[in-house]
Structure formats: C-alpha cells, structure tokens
C-alpha cells in the first residue's frame, strides 16, 4: 500500500522527480570522472606534505598540491552543498502530503517509509546512469587529451572507485537520514497547525534598525566591503578569491539593509497604479532574501575557480581539470540557485489565490510571474557581469587569459543561468496554475 502511494505521488510530482534525479544524476557523474581523473594525477597516491615537526602542512597542499586533489576536495564539498538544496526542495514539497497520512493515522515510520521508497527509487535510477556517463566522460577527456598531443590516458582506478564509493555512500547515507529527520519534523508541525515557513523569525528584516547611526556606518562599511574586490580586480592585485569572500560579506549587507528597502519604498511610492510591477518586486524582495547566500556562493565559487586556473602553470590534464571544475560549478550552483527559489515558489499558490480574488486577472498573474523571474535572474546576471567581468578584465590586460579563455568561462557562467532561467519558468507557470485546495 504505502509503495503504491510513493509512486502516485511520484506521478503526481514528475516535475520535483525530475530535477532530483537530475542532481543526483549530474554530481554522480562529476564525483566518478573527478575521482578517476585525480587519481591518474597522483598516480593513485595520496598526497600528503609533512612539516619539520613531522605533522601534516594543509598549506603545504593548497600551494604545492596538484589540481586533482584540490578540484576534487573542492567540487566534493559543492556537490554536498547542491545536494542539500535539492533534497530541501524536494521533500519540502512533501510536507502536506505527510501531514494529511498523519492525520489520516499513518505513523512517523510510515512517512518515513514513503519518502524513502521515493528517495531510493530515484537514487537507484540516477546514480547507474551517472556512471555510465562518466564512463563516457573519461573516453571523451582521453579524445581531447590525444588530439592535444598527449600520450596520457586516463584509466578507470581502483583506487579511485574506492574514494568514488565511500563518498557516494556517505552522500546517500545522509540523504535517507534527513529525509527521516524530515518526516518526523514536518509530520509533528503541520499536525499542530503549524507553518513550517514561517517558523523563522524575519524581525527586521528589512528594517534599518534601532540605532541609525551604528546602521549608517554598518552600511557604509558594508558598500565599501563590496566594491573592494572590484578594486582590487581592476588594478590587478590578485587574491580574487579572498577579496569576493570580503565582497560577498558586504554585499549580503547591501542587499538585507539597502537593495530590499529600496524596494519597498519603491513600492510605497507607487502605490496601487502599477500592479505587475508592485507585486513583483514585492515577490523578488522575497526571493533575493530567501536566495541571496546561493548567489553570493555561485560568484566566489567562480572566482576560487578563476584564482587556481591563473595562479601557476598547469599540465593539459590539469588544465582541463580546472576548466570542467569551472563549468560543473556554474552548473551546480545554478541548480542550487533555481532549487533554493523554487523551494519558496513551491507556496507561492495560496498568494496567486488572493490575487485572484481581489481582481487580477490570469494575465496579469503571468505577466508577474515572468517579471519577478525576469527581474531575479537579471539581478544574478548583473552580479556576476560585474564582479566575473572586471575579473576578467584584469586577467586580459595582464596577459594572463586570452580572449578564447575569457570567452569560454563568461559562457560556462551564462549559459547555466539562462537554462535555469527558462525551467523556472516553466515549474512557476505550473503553481500559478494549479488549483488551491482547501
């Protein structure tokens, strides 16, 4: 009965199945070609360099190490990161379905039953054709490797699936666990009558604070914070990455305490007479709150990338290494970017239900619709142009990235976005349009 029920739902949710699968699929694949191709760069050994006092010197690794190991260590952890977000987006989607069983009698292990019949059954499809893929991967790398010349091959270690093994248990293993942990905590709240979405606190969110003077200067700061990588890009002093993480701490301030505001003010002043563009902005101020960290991490991670591709000289292996990390991290991070909105837009129905009712008409529901997500999205872009460009700028006025390279990397952070962009789109169409229940 409850495996009957985990595929209806599952039928019910094609579209959440999907983009779950996909994620597994995608970082199933990048973790096997990532482990195999680091392992034909340290010929299967780990690498390891030891201090005069005989300990282990983590700087050592990040200075002297190959690319092979810190890609990997690097696109592991973001692999965890995009697979958080998607399984957040995924179950949360259950949590009505798992109140009404609830209601209906079904206990915490039956809800935790039938998410996992739906979680392992995803899993089991994704995870062979991930492999299989990079299977595919491997030959197509050894492909570009030969036409460059080079007589490396990349070979499928034993090493490697061992690594490849231990870290795909470990990921599944905490996938089931949260999944458990959801059910019991969804099940207990909605059955109280609870919002599982509002159980933040939000206080202040938008506000200026108590004290305006510390504020004033809170925020000076945080504009300073966030202009200084552009500085610091621009006349071509180096540490992109250190300087986009101090970024990004200004710009989360200059986002919660001056872009948000500024928003609201903006819809104060214009009252009622344009709704598409009230109600909106009012949406985007919701999503860049709920979704700004994912953006933020999308450009340091592109530019920790861009530091470890120019930092030193790199082997053709190597050099393709850091060029794939930099495409699979655009990818998974807007996945992330697009699983973390839509995580919110998944209860955005009840509101497209009140504007029905106060008298906007199914037009004007799309054309906000694909005004926020215009105005979302853009947003990103621009932050990326901006911070990513001028980047770039100072890589090609040093002599350091050629047009060719410069190119190849603003399309591999474009393109995903894009993607995403459209399928956003097309999931929010779906809630717009899907009948309340009561």
């Not at 949360?92 to 039953?113: F, P, S, W």
């Not at 231990?166 to 969804?186: E, G, H, Q, R």
């Not at 872009?381 to 603003?410: E, H, K, M, P, W």
């Amino acid at each position: 009965m409850i495996f009957k029920e985990a595929m209806r739902s599952l039928r019910n949710s094609r579209s959440k199945a999907i983009f779950f699968a996909l994620t597994f699929y995608i970082t199933t694949t990048l973790l096997f070609v990532y482990f195999n191709m680091a392992a034909a760069l340290t010929g299967g050994q780990p690498e390891v360099y030891i201090t005069s006092a005989n300990q282990a010197d983590l700087f050592q690794l990040l200075e002297k190490g190959n690319a092979g190991n810190l890609m990997m260590v690097f696109v592991v952890i973001m692999c965890f990161i995009d697979l958080l977000f998607c399984n957040d987006f995924f179950v949360k989607n259950k949590a009505k379905e798992l109140a009404v069983r609830l209601i209906c009698g079904a206990t915490y292990i039956h809800l935790a039953m039938y998410l996992l019949i739906q979680t392992v059954l995803l899993l089991v499809i994704s995870i062979p054709l991930g492999i299989l893929t990079g299977y595919g991967l491997i030959g197509l790398m050894n492909h570009l490797l030969a036409m460059q010349g080079e007589t490396f091959v990349i070979t499928i270690s034993t090493y490697a699936m061992v690594e490849f093994i231990a870290v795909l248990v470990f990921v599944v293993f905490w996938t089931i666990l949260l999944n458990c942990s959801f059910a019991y905590k969804s099940g207990a709240v909605l059955l109280a009558g609870g919002n599982m979405g509002a159980m933040k606190d939000n206080r202040g969110a938008y506000g200026m604070g108590s004290k305006p003077a510390v504020q004033i200067l809170l925020n000076v700061a945080a504009v300073v914070a966030a202009i200084l990588p552009l500085y610091n890009f621009f006349n071509g002093s180096g540490a992109l990455a250190i300087s986009m993480v101090i970024g990004s701490v200004g710009l989360n301030r200059v986002m919660g305490s001056l872009f948000l505001p500024l928003l609201t003010r903006q819809n104060h002043k214009s009252g009622t007479k344009k709704t598409v563009g009230l109600i909106s902005n009012g949406f985007l101020r919701r999503d860049m709150q709920f979704c700004k960290v994912t953006v933020f991490l999308l450009i340091c991670d592109l530019l920790v990338v861009m530091t470890m591709l120019f930092s030193r000289e790199y082997s053709t292996l190597e050099y393709l290494l850091v060029i794939v990390t930099y495409i699979s991290i655009a990818i998974l991070q807007s996945l992330t970017i697009m699983f973390r909105l839509e995580t919110d837009l998944s209860g955005r129905m009840q509101d497209y239900h009140i504007l029905s009712q106060v008298g906007v008409s199914e037009a004007e529901k799309n054309k906000i619709m694909h005004s926020e997500v215009s105005k979302f999205y853009l947003l990103i872009l621009a932050l990326v142009v901006i911070y990513a460009g001028t980047a770039f700028f100072s890589l090609y006025r040093s002599g350091q990235a050629s047009t060719s390279q410069i190119l190849l990397l603003s399309a591999a952070a474009i393109l995903p976005l894009l993607v995403t962009d459209v399928l956003t789109r097309i999931y929010y169409s779906q809630i717009i349009k899907e009948p309340l229940r009561d």
